[in-house]
Structure formats: structure tokens, C-alpha cells
T-cell receptor, first 118, second 113 residues
Framework: AQKITQTQPGMFVQEKEAVTLDCTYD???????LFWYKQPSSGEMIFLIY??????QNATEGRYSLNFQKARKSANLVISASQLGDSAMYFC???????????????FGAGTRLAVHP | DGGITQSPKYLFRKEGQNVTLSCEQN?????MYWYRQDPGQGLRLIYY???????QKGDIAEGYSVSREKKESFPLTVTSAQKNPTAFYLC????????????FGEGSRLTVL
């Protein structure tokens, strides 16, 4: 069965430094997608970044980059130049199945709580 | 502005009562989803719907029911059969058909007393 594992319940980082949040996944599908979402204390889920299994380059979106290592089945999120507003829960998620298929869905990891210190 | 509206934001109910959580979207998205989140945990899928009048059970559908009579609306009923209904409920729609990216509402927090 597909599974997402986030082994870091909590992380601390100093403002302006970079931080890496770990995510490993397990799937037998050849086509899949990996996502990172941010959840501030208000509760809404904010999409950050996406990596497709066939994408050859690591995805980047502003200060966010996804370190995709397919052979190791890892999809770590790197946040550069951390800001106080980055303090939140971060969830790694995986799309099961081909995106063009009918009933694909996202499965989520347990999350990592990031605290950015001034 | 387009978005997903979940209501109510906070809800308190007595044990044994059915509760319906509303989810409305004006994004013209076909697929909609309901997730449950317990404190300190990730999201677990309850139900999802790809088109009107069709929906599928997720991983934790027991004690819940849904309907999809209109494209814009996907209400979730938490029935008295749900043994531990106190949780944060998130509704989402599929924003990107290519990647499968979901766009979320702001959530409804249900507390059963």
C-alpha cells in the first residue's frame, strides 16, 4: 500500500537560515506525484510545491525547493532563508495513480511542525 | 474571488446527534474531497467525488455520508454511528487536473460533547 512517512515531528530553525524537512514514500506505481502543503495555526492547507515522478529536474517555487531522490524514494522540502511566517505544520503528500485517471486522490504524511526563531 | 466555503467554522453537538458540514465551491472544479484531521496528525480521506451524483469511500468512511447533487456542493454528514467524531474537517477540490493538486477550504472544527 502507498505510504508517506515524515520522521521529524518538530524542527527548529533560526531566521534567515535554510531548513530541510524530510519525506519518504512507498509506492509500486510508476506514475505518481509528490506535494508539500503548509498549514498555519489558522488551519487552512496551502499548496507549496509539486514534483512529478517523471520530472527530471527538482521542482522549485521561490524559497521552496523539492529535493527529489527517486531511487531512495525521498522528496525532502528545502526552505531557504527562513522567515518567522514560515512557522507552521508542513505536510508531504502523494497522488496515488496517474493524474489523468479517474479516481486519484492524495494521501498525507503525519506532518512536521516547524518553528522559526528570531 | 473563487474559493471553497466551509460552514460552520465551529460546531458543538451532543453525542448521538447527526451533523451536516457544508462545503460549497465556485471554482468550477469537478472533483471534491473530504478529509479528517485529528490533533497532531495528518489528513485522512473520508469520501471523494469526481462528478455529480457519484462518490467513492475513502479510508475512513464508516459513520459518514455524503451527497453530490450539484457540482458546487459536497456536504458531509457525521452520523451517530461515527464513534469518535470530534475532529477538524477539511473540504477540498481538485484544482489541477494534470498534477492532482487539491485546493482546500478553511475547515470546520466539530466538537462532540
Amino acid at each position: 500500500a502507498q505510504k508517506i512517512t515524515q520522521t521529524q515531528p518538530g524542527m527548529f530553525v533560526q531566521e534567515k537560515e535554510a531548513v530541510t524537512l524530510d519525506c519518504t514514500y512507498d509506492t509500486s506505481d510508476q506514475s505518481y506525484g509528490l506535494f508539500w502543503y503548509k498549514q498555519p495555526s489558522s488551519g487552512e492547507m496551502i499548496f507549496l510545491i509539486y514534483q512529478g515522478s517523471y520530472d527530471e529536474q527538482n521542482a522549485t517555487e521561490g524559497r521552496y525547493s523539492l529535493n527529489f531522490q527517486k531511487a531512495r524514494k525521498s522528496a525532502n522540502l528545502v526552505i531557504s532563508a527562513s522567515q518567522l511566517g514560515d512557522s507552521a505544520m508542513y505536510f508531504c503528500a502523494m497522488r496515488e495513480g496517474w493524474s489523468g485517471g479517474g479516481y486519484n486522490k492524495l494521501i498525507f504524511g503525519a506532518g512536521t511542525r516547524l518553528a522559526v526563531h528570531p | 474571488d473563487g474559493g471553497i466555503t466551509q460552514s460552520p467554522k465551529y460546531l458543538f453537538r451532543k453525542e448521538g446527534q447527526n451533523v451536516t458540514l457544508s462545503c460549497e465551491q465556485n471554482l468550477n472544479h469537478d472533483a471534491m474531497y473530504w478529509y479528517r484531521q485529528d490533533p497532531g496528525q495528518g489528513l485522512r480521506l473520508i469520501y471523494y467525488s469526481q462528478i455529480v451524483n457519484d462518490f467513492q469511500k475513502g479510508d475512513i468512511a464508516e459513520g459518514y455520508s455524503v451527497s453530490r447533487e450539484k457540482k458546487e456542493s459536497f456536504p458531509l454528514t457525521v452520523t451517530s454511528a461515527q464513534k469518535n467524531p470530534t475532529a477538524f474537517y477539511l473540504c477540498a477540490s481538485k484544482r489541477d487536473r494534470h498534477t492532482g493538486e487539491l485546493f482546500f477550504g478553511e475547515g470546520s472544527r466539530l466538537t462532540v460533547l
